[in-house]
Antibody, heavy 118, light 108 residues
Framework: EVQLVQSGGEVKKPGESLNISCKGS????????IGWVRQRPGKGLELIGI????????TYNPSFQGRVTISVDKSISTAYLQWTSLKASDTAMYYC???????????WGQGTTVTVSS | EIVLTQSPGTLSLSLGDRATLSCRAS???????LAWYQQKPGQAPRLLIY???SRAAGIPDRFSGGGSGTDFTLTISRLEPEDFALYYC?????????FGPGTKVDIK
């Protein structure tokens, strides 16, 4: 079964760093793009960026450039989303999703909730 | 950036009704790479339709997609109880994928 399993929910303070993960299984992880998507409470879906695990080539939504870093460790089939200094406005649910180019985002992780509060 | 507009914002219908959701793009979507997703409260989005009109694996045939260029539709032929949810369109024709704001289908 093709799956993406994300790390657990996090509660952090403003200014703290954070790294959340997304582990793929059941398919060739290095062959498919992985996207990260933000959903703020009660709001819609926003693409943060996309990474190709095969060569770590990454494209960011300009709205998120410089605020987060997307990376991957192909050896353990895991993608990461990282912050160095969280803000309250980063409070959201974060999803990873597999993106086979012509097919949309066909497999989604269960989501990781991030709460940033003093 | 391609901006997607969905209408209506909310669609109030009854079981068995036909639902037609619209998604309009600010410019032509390359290769008609337009997807539709369903999201229920507390759940991740689920892919329904890709490339404007192809159903994803396991999606019932009451869901159909159509359109091309800048105008796309998602049709649910007969609403079942599990279809009352939020629906998003997404274009993935360029590297900056964008989502529409969503249409909520609720029970009348």
């Amino acid at each position: 079964e093709v799956q993406l399993v994300q790390s657990g929910g996090e509660v952090k303070k403003p200014g703290e760093s954070l790294n959340i993960s997304c582990k793929g299984s059941g398919y060739s992880f290095g062959s498919y793009l992985i996207g990260w998507v933000r959903q703020r409470p009660g709001k819609g879906l926003e693409l943060i960026g996309i990474i190709y695990p095969g060569d770590s080539d990454t494209t960011y939504n300009p709205s998120f450039q410089g605020r987060v870093t997307i990376s991957v460790d192909k050896s353990i089939s895991t993608a990461y989303l990282q912050w160095t200094s969280l803000k309250a406005s980063d409070t959201a649910m974060y999803y990873c999703a597999r993106h086979p180019l012509a097919y949309g985002m066909d497999v989604w992780g269960q989501g990781t909730t991030v709460t940033v509060s003093s | 950036e391609i901006v997607l507009t969905q209408s209506p914002g909310t669609l109030s219908l009854s079981l068995g009704d036909r639902a037609t959701l619209s998604c309009r793009a600010s410019q032509s979507v390359t290769n008609d790479y337009l997807a539709w997703y369903q999201q229920k409260p507390g759940q991740a989005p689920r892919l329904l339709i890709y490339a404007a009109s192809s159903r994803a694996a396991g999606i019932p045939d009451r869901f159909s997609g159509g359109g091309s260029g800048t105008d796309f539709t998602l049709t649910i032929s007969r609403l079942e109880p599990e279809d009352f949810a939020l629906y998003y369109c997404q274009q993935y024709g360029n590297s900056l994928l964008t989502f529409g704001p969503g249409t909520k289908v609720d029970i009348k």
